[in-house]
């Protein structure tokens, strides 16, 4: 076997019968002479290749290679290739042509023909042959078979099925109003077939979108801003349907890649409308009662209807303090409070059957400075050996908001002389310290003082704060004499005086 073992080297001697050495050693070349007993054989039974379609003629759609164990050197070795059969043999038996010595598979159908939506299939088989003795009639073969498929390109435009499409909706509704069908005979679930719609005139304020439905490459047409009846009755759109994929070069979209939508608006009876709403109003409080508050617009939409419209209010928030007038649609203040105030109102048309709406007033009371400040707390306690001379810290208050409140001035009264016992210290927007000067003799002090808040004209409130001067000791303070002595300031202040005048 040549694939064993190729050529030897021996040495031989002859013997006679005796084993007596006659002649030699003489040296004896072995040549092993190749037979043709093996047959060509396929790598793989089964080989696959596409070609698209349109090709050119001599394209070249894959490569067969066959292997022999013979010599190589030798023709038993040289191999040819040839197609037997091609399955379908329609539109020709001989579409493809297989080089036989290199074994590539080339076309040789014309581009016209190798049409993949005109062809019987998009799958061929063809059974090679390789052959050895470079193909002569007494070589050996192998087979394998090749699955040749011819894959789609956007040869072909999605057409309509029809040029006019018609639908209805509802004014004022939303979600698909008609389905768009095409035609393309491109492989489907391909970016060739699969379409992309598109609203190319009759759209200006972007009512309507499309999007393909992947299932069935249909155009949903669909609403998105609700329509309106009393704008517009009728909507015509012109729709352009493509590919994914761009078209080759000598195919371009046509007029069946377009089609009209005419969409009928049905009228529905609406609800009448508040503008604006909500309606802001800011009035003044302890305006008299009666005053006008606001005009309440509610319009409805049916213009194009002779229909009437009752205005009722539903509820208040915080509190009813508003009467509305319905023939006028007029806002009166029946009481006034420091606060806002919410009216929600139903209006509703007499139509068939009758729609209705809601809508806001929101009433803002601007605050006026007309509370006086006070003073808390009322009353404080000290020692009357007391080191520390600070007595007590006092806040102000005002039942007004911002800006008729805070910062306060907080001052000691008007009499003479208080500034000799007493100091304020400000702390804050809000506090003040109130000092002591000297010790001052158990006793009721009733200390006046002047609160003003930061309104716009400020209010200020005379007002007082009651000390009472206790005992200390031992850390208990007792006040329960000190209630029996009522002196007041002044009083306080003459026997200062009285004392001083005495002393000179």
Not at 107 to 115: A, C, E, F, G, M
Not at 484 to 503: W, Y
């Amino acid at each position: 076997e040549l694939s064993i073992m190729a050529d030897r080297t021996g040495k031989i001697i002859f013997t006679d019968l005796y084993g007596k050495l006659v002649e030699g050693p003489v040296d004896l070349d072995v040549s092993v002479i190749d037979q043709n007993d093996n047959r060509p054989v396929f790598k793989e039974p089964r080989y696959s290749g596409e070609v698209q379609e349109g090709s050119p003629t001599g394209t070249t759609v894959m490569t067969m290679t066959a292997y022999d164990a013979d010599d190589p050197n030798t023709d038993n070795a040289v191999l040819r290739y040839i197609i037997v059969r091609q399955l379908p043999d329609k539109p020709s038996p001989n579409m493809f042509y297989i080089d036989p010595e290199r074994g590539d598979i080339v076309t040789v159908i014309s581009p016209h023909q190798l049409d993949r939506e005109t062809l019987p299939t998009t799958q061929y088989e063809l059974e090679i042959v390789a052959k050895d003795m470079a193909g002569s009639e007494v070589g050996l073969t192998g087979t394998a078979t090749a699955t040749i498929t011819i894959t789609d390109r956007n040869d072909h435009a999605p057409e309509f099925t029809h040029s006019l499409f018609q639908a209805s909706v509802n004014e004022g509704s939303t979600g698909v109003v008609v389905n768009l069908t095409v035609d393309d005979r491109d492989d489907p679930a391909t970016g060739a077939w699969r379409a992309i719609y598109s609203i190319i005139n009759g759209d200006p304020n972007q009512n309507f979108e499309i999007q393909t439905n992947l299932d069935n490459n249909e155009g949903m047409l669909s609403v998105v801003k609700p329509l309106d009846y009393e704008s517009a009755m009728f909507h015509t759109l012109l729709i352009k349907v493509e590919n994914e994929d761009p078209l080759v070069p000598d195919v371009v979209y046509g007029s069946s890649s377009t089609a009209t939508v005419y969409i009928t608006v049905m009228d529905v009876n609406e609800g009448p409308v508040f503008f604006p709403d909500p309606l802001v109003v800011i009035r003044r409080e302890n305006i008299p009662v009666g005053s006008f508050v606001a005009m309440l617009n509610a319009t409805d939409p049916d213009y194009l209807q002779t229909q009437s419209i009752r205005l009722v209010p539903l509820y208040y928030d915080p509190v009813p303090n508003v009467i509305l007038s319905l023939c006028s649609f007029k806002s009166t203040l029946s009481g006034t409070r420091d606060h806002k105030s919410s009216i929600h109102f139903h209006s509703q048309d007499n139509g068939s059957p009758p729609a209705s709406g809601t809508g806001t007033l929101i009433i803002t009371i601007e605050d006026e400075n007309d509370n006086a400040p006070y003073v808390f707390p009322s009353m404080a306690r000290v020692c009357e050996d007391a080191k520390d001379m600070n007595v007590v810290v006092i806040g102000g208050r005002d039942k007004d908001i911002h800006p008729n409140t805070d910062p306060f001035k907080i001052e000691l009264g008007k009499q003479p002389g208080l500034e000799k016992t007493w100091k304020i210290s400000r702390i804050n927007d809000t506090h003040s310290q109130i000092m002591l000067l000297h010790s001052l003799k158990k006793a009721n002090y009733n200390l006046p003082l002047v609160l003003t808040d930061s309104g716009i004209p400020p209010i200020s409130n005379n007002t007082e704060i009651k000390v009472q001067v206790c005992t200390c000791k031992k850390n208990r303070m007792d006040c329960s004499h000190a209630g029996s002595i009522q002196t007041n300031l002044l009083l306080l202040l003459g026997l200062v005086l009285c004392c001083i005048f005495h002393g000179f």
